[in-house]
């Protein structure tokens, strides 16, 4: 399930990439800041941090935090605090989470990070022309992280009982309808499940190597001295007088029929 709105005080500056960004939020940003003060390492590597951030946040340098100055980011959904730079030296930052509206906003980066219903809402905002209208570099993102499947049928006939629409609701897919004069056009979207790529170890290499010796040890092992040679084995040519109906026999293949297989700290954000 995506974690649009998921508060993760587990993750640290220094495990943040700029997918996992997008599981965190404005909180969680200040909080990891405030820990990195600590940290000298992570001091040194904060413009790097500071870019990871902004693939998901948009960040605001606050040089006036009068009252009124203030307000004015808070109304417009930016959470405010201010950051240590050393014993004497501060910076204020507002920040807030990069909305999703478009499909343009779409990345391989956040597109785990959405949910089927959120997909659907981002679709239905874009749609004129259904699912053909994107372009291939945007469907290409959006499958990377979800089952998408389309059907166009007539208005009377989509709904029909037992019919696919039917079974993809009740397997959990949320459906975006586009009305194509007196056909619909049904999009259909579900969160692929995550999976973990496997890694070879080092003992499986070793364990692969190993075997491979062990078979060019049993090849070698092979006893070829009383094999026949090839010039030795005799070949019973057949006589053609002697072929008839109850020693000729012809074999070959029978295909099998294929219908039967049924993505100092004010000098960070300078360029924001």
């Known amino acids: 399930m995506a974690k649009e709105t998921t508060s993760n005080k587990a993750l640290s500056l220094k495990a943040l990439t700029k997918s996992s960004v997008w599981d965190v939020q404005e909180n969680d940003i200040f909080r990891m800041l405030d820990a990195a003060e600590k940290d000298s390492e992570l001091k040194d590597s904060l413009r790097h941090y500071a870019d990871i951030i902004r693939s998901a946040f948009m960040i605001e340098e606050v040089k006036d ?12 959904g930016y959470k405010v605090n201010s950051i240590k730079l ?3 030296q501060k910076i204020t930052w507002a920040i807030k989470k990069r909305p999703i509206m478009r499909v343009t906003d779409l990345t391989y ?20 022309g259904g699912w053909d209208s994107l372009s291939q570099s945007i469907q290409d993102i959006i499958e990377s992280g979800f089952d998408i499947s389309t059907t166009t049928l007539p208005k009377d006939r989509l709904h029909k009982k037992g019919g696919m629409y039917e079974k993809k609701i009740a397997d959990g897919y949320e459906v975006l309808e586009v009305a194509k004069g007196s056909w619909v056009e049904a999009i259909f979207a ?24 062990e078979d060019e040890e049993e090849d070698l092992s092979i006893d070829n001295y009383n094999s026949p040679d090839e010039d030795d084995v005799e070949i019973d040519e057949p006589n053609d007088d002697e072929i008839n109906e109850n020693n000729y026999r012809t074999t070959f293949d029978i295909a099998s029929d294929p219908d039967e297989d049924a993505e100092s700290l004010s000098d960070f954000i300078a360029d924001e």
């Open 65 to 76: 935090d009068s009252k009124p100055v203030l307000e004015k980011y808070t109304k417009q």
């Open 86 to 88: 050393g014993e004497d």
């Open 109 to 128: 980066e956040n597109i785990r990070h959405i949910t089927a219903a959120k997909l659907i809402e981002v679709l239905d905002r874009n749609f004129g």
């Open 190 to 213: 579900k969160l692929k499940p995550e999976t973990i790529k496997p890694r070879m170890t080092f003992d499986d290499a070793k364990d692969l190597r190993d075997g491979d010796e």
